[in-house]
């Protein structure tokens, strides 16, 4: 492999490429082409990505700060200077935000009767009711916290929104500095006016209130005979990343349940947001009483907490959102439903069982344009109902908070079906959900079990084993997407559906190597991470490699969330010198620049951001014209191949591999969504004069 590969600047910093990649959910934001409800809706997504950015990423750089780490393998960068770049690159999109939410999102929300007023906006009769909604629903559960020599600076809590007041006592004209929590979970960020209150006219669909500036507006009621001298809002961003041991299952679930007591209060501060004309002794006095530094301090010109927007999603407003639509039942299921059956649309002559039409065919699933629930969760719910099934065994990383396959789970388990759940209770945010559903389903006879130590269960996989004949078949579902009917509806992911005996056998060994029971290191087809899906990744790029070498066609095909690891770059580029052309679709963060003279010529790279978060992964390699197709749960990152379980299959049924070749070619030939990649590692929009290309939406009008 040529020197130069290694040189750094052959890399994209993973943090700013990751800054780059919510910069385009932002521009969705702006963009005036986007519905202006879906404006809101990425406005908050953005907002909400920045959170866990700074919680788990800033608060990473921070530690090794702290650590006195100087140097990291990131562009040889040291973590100080990392920082220094990531507050540069967020600081113009913060901006740009807040400007969007006040100059257009509230101006336009406005003119379609939806009213996102200030407390200062309201006629009398309205101040009248909110001021009274305030004395009835709010102030009772309000706590002011004061400082002083008896009160020490109390604890913000992570991602609080909170009013920072100084109050004058006018008998002594002593001033003292008192901080109000906002109760964000109890009470809607927007607070709702009745419409026989307003009296407006035109009489508005929707008008509320931000609730901290109902608090604000009525202080005087938490500080009865003193004088309100300043206030303002702030918000703060703590280090939410749990550090834990490796530990057995009854420990492990332990020390989460602790850790997440400790991230609701949050560790160490890594962002201060106040408001941009918040008066200096407020701001004197929260720095020094939370001891932030200037550079984390961050002044916002607007609402602070801009994922409240999400509340704006409710509304019924047909017209200010993307226009509906539903996915369909896989042509090859329609007779395997029994919702049909029940409402009259199928007669009970021509339905078929699930496991009687995967017998016969292998199924690739494309979600959300294949439904979820009559797909996975039919395949669950009939294994849980079918007195043949045996058994069930499934992986949970991230599930629903009402689960339709938790529930078939528990139900296959009164049955009397062996049943095993692998709870992967370390799914960063999601940690506190899959514990009360591995208790649940615990308590309801499931096997449950936590994976191996040191790792992290990301596969998505489902087994189920099935009497027929006096013999025990296995079919099972591979997948990308997590077992989540929600995210179902708004993430695209891609599924096997087969019965194929080797994959079956291969898929009962993973289990009992995540069980504990086995010490597996090879897998008859299968890629598994950490054990085989490195070394097979690699080897297929090599392979592509030796053919050019010898003459033939080299390809590659890839479509990920994120390519990061160094040594699956430095291949790429070794590929792309030798002259295999690589086309990569790269929703998140991308380390690898492409068309770089010398380097990287023949890789094009481009990013597809739409209605639906991209979230399927697809490996497709030439071989010489008889193509290796290969879908899972994995990306091209470190963490992925080393420190994760995950599963990749491959894909060998002629006519699967002609869909996912069709899936490839129409997000590469996208001009609606998609973003391409330039060799300054800049994205820019694809612009085309021809016929507009959405890859969603031409999924979603010709299901399968």
């Not at 770049?85 to 379609?112: D, G, S, T």
């Not at 989460?256 to 701001?283: D, S, Y």
């Not at 649940?440 to 087994?463: F, N």
Request: glycine share 4%.
């Amino acid at each position: 492999m040529p020197n130069e590969i290694m040189h750094t600047n052959k890399f994209l910093n993973r943090e700013l490429s990751w800054i780059d990649f919510n910069e385009r959910v932002l521009k969705i934001a702006l963009d005036p082409d986007t519905p202006l409800l879906e404006q809101a809706k990425f406005n908050a997504i953005f907002h909400n990505n920045l959170d866990e950015f700074f919680m788990v990423r800033v608060a990473s750089l921070k530690s090794q700060v702290e650590a006195g780490i100087t140097k990291t393998t990131d562009n040889n960068q040291s973590p100080e200077q990392q920082l220094i770049e990531i507050r540069e690159k967020i600081l113009p999109h913060l901006q740009k935000q807040q400007q969007h939410y006040l100059n257009h999102i509230k101006l336009n929300l406005a003119q379609n009767d939806i009213l996102l007023l200030d407390y200062s906006d309201l006629n009398l009769r309205e101040k009248n009711w909110i001021d009274n909604y305030f004395k009835s629903a709010i102030f009772p559960i309000l706590t002011p916290l004061a400082v002083d020599p008896a009160h020490p600076f109390p604890f913000v809590s992570n991602l609080s929104l909170n009013i920072a007041a100084i109050i004058n006592d006018p008998e002594t004209d002593q001033k003292q500095f008192s901080r109000i929590k906002i109760p964000q979970k109890i009470i809607s960020r927007f607070v709702e006016i009745p419409k026989n209150i307003n009296q407006r006219n035109p009489e508005p669909y929707f008008s509320a209130v931000p609730v901290e500036q109902i608090i604000a507006a009525n202080l005087n009621y938490l500080f009865p005979g003193m004088n309100i001298e300043e206030y303002s809002f702030f918000r703060v961003t703590r280090d939410a990343d749990l550090e834990l041991r490796d530990l057995e299952a009854d420990d492990l679930m332990l020390a989460l349940e602790q850790g997440l007591r400790k991230r609701r209060m949050g560790g160490e501060i890594v962002r201060l947001e106040v408001a941009n004309n918040m008066p200096t002794n407020i701001l004197n006095l929260l720095i020094e009483g939370m001891s932030v530094k200037p550079e984390d301090l961050y002044s916002i010109n607007g609402l602070l907490g801009l994922d409240a927007l999400f509340e704006l999603l409710n509304l019924n407003k047909p017209s200010l959102f993307f226009k509906k639509e539903q996915g369909k039942i896989h042509k090859l299921l329609k007779k395997s439903q029994f919702h049909l059956l029940e409402d009259g649309s199928l007669k009970q002559e021509d339905f078929e069982s699930i496991f009687s039409i995967i017998k016969r065919n292998d199924i690739l699933l494309h979600h959300p344009f294949d439904l979820f629930s009559s797909s996975v969760e039919e395949f669950i719910h009939q294994a849980a109902n079918d007195p043949l099934v045996m058994g069930i065994k499934m992986t949970l990383y991230r599930v629903s908070k009402q689960s339709s396959i938790i529930e078939a789970l528990i139900r296959a388990a009164e049955n009397g079906k062996q049943v095993l759940a692998l709870v992967e209770l370390k799914a960063r945010f999601d940690e506190d959900n899959n514990i009360q559903w591995a208790k649940q389903l615990e308590k309801s006879g499931v096997h449950v079990v936590y994976g191996v130590i040191g790792l992290k269960t990301h596969t998505k996989i489902a087994l189920v084993i099935r009497k027929e004949k006096d013999r025990l078949r296995t079919y099972f579902h591979i997948g990308s997407g997590n077992y989540n009917s929600k995210t179902s509806k708004t993430y695209t992911d891609i599924g096997l559906l087969s019965v194929q005996p080797e994959l079956g056998q291969d898929l009962i060994e993973l289990f009992n190597y995540l069980t504990g029971f086995s010490k597996q290191q090879s897998f008859r087809k299968l890629l598994v991470a950490p054990v085989s899906l490195r070394k097979g990744i690699e080897h297929l790029i090599k392979q592509e490699i030796e053919n050019v070498k010898n003459g033939k066609e080299g390809e590659i095909i890839a479509k990920v969330n994120s390519l990061v690891d160094r040594n699956i770059i430095n291949l790429l580029y070794e590929a792309s010198q030798i002259g295999v052309k690589i086309k990569l679709i790269v929703r998140g963060m991308c380390c690898l620049i492409p068309q770089q003279e010398g380097v990287s010529e023949n890789i094009n790279v481009v990013s597809i951001i739409g209605r639906y978060l991209e979230h399927s992964r697809i490996f497709w390699f030439r071989n010489n014209n008889n193509p290796k197709v290969f879908i899972g749960s994995a990306d091209l990152m470190r963490r992925n191949l080393d420190r994760r379980v995950e599963a990749v299959t491959p894909i060998e049924n002629p006519k699967l591999i002609k869909q996912l070749e069709k899936i490839l070619t129409v997000y590469l030939t996208d001009n609606e969504n998609a973003w391409e990649m330039q060799d300054d590692g800049m994205f820019f929009k694809k612009v085309t004069t021809n016929q507009k290309i959405c890859a969603q939406e031409k999924f979603m009008n010709e299901q399968t």
